[in-house]
């Protein structure tokens, strides 16, 4: 079983900056996809960005604005957050889908960003 151990995240004043990063330990399978998602209060959990290997999809909210990197090696994945946004406000948790299909989640990390 993949556990995923998210740190970084906090509160920060609009226009700020804050990074994430999330490793996983256990058994881990070969990981193809990692990722990033969001969820603020009242709204559904949303797609920050994702990486299958090649290029970054970002969500368009966070575009310019956010990076996504992967260590393959020691299976983590950071999230860079620059010029951050009231709206940027949620909980964020990490994502790593196996080979097989198999979906891991972190247990989330709050970012707060004041205006």
């Known amino acids: 079983q993949v556990r995923l151990m998210e740190s970084g995240g906090g509160s920060v004043q609009a226009g700020g900056s804050l990074s994430l990063s999330c490793a996983a330990s256990?058994?881990?399978?070969?990981?193809?996809?990692m990722g990033w998602y969001r969820q603020a209060p009242g709204k559904q959990r949303e797609l920050v960005a994702t990486?299958?290997?090649?290029?970054?999809i970002y969500a368009d909210s966070v575009k310019g604005r956010f990076t996504m990197s992967r260590d393959n090696a020691n299976v983590i994945v950071y999230l860079q957050m620059n010029s951050l946004k009231p709206e940027d406000t949620a909980v964020y948790f990490c994502?790593?889908?196996?080979?097989?299909?198999?979906?891991?989640w972190g247990q989330g990390t709050q970012v707060t960003v004041s205006s």
């Open positions: 994502n790593m889908k196996s080979w097989t299909d198999r979906d891991s």
């Open positions: 990486n299958s290997g090649g290029s970054t």
């Open positions: 256990g058994s881990i399978p070969y990981i193809k996809v």
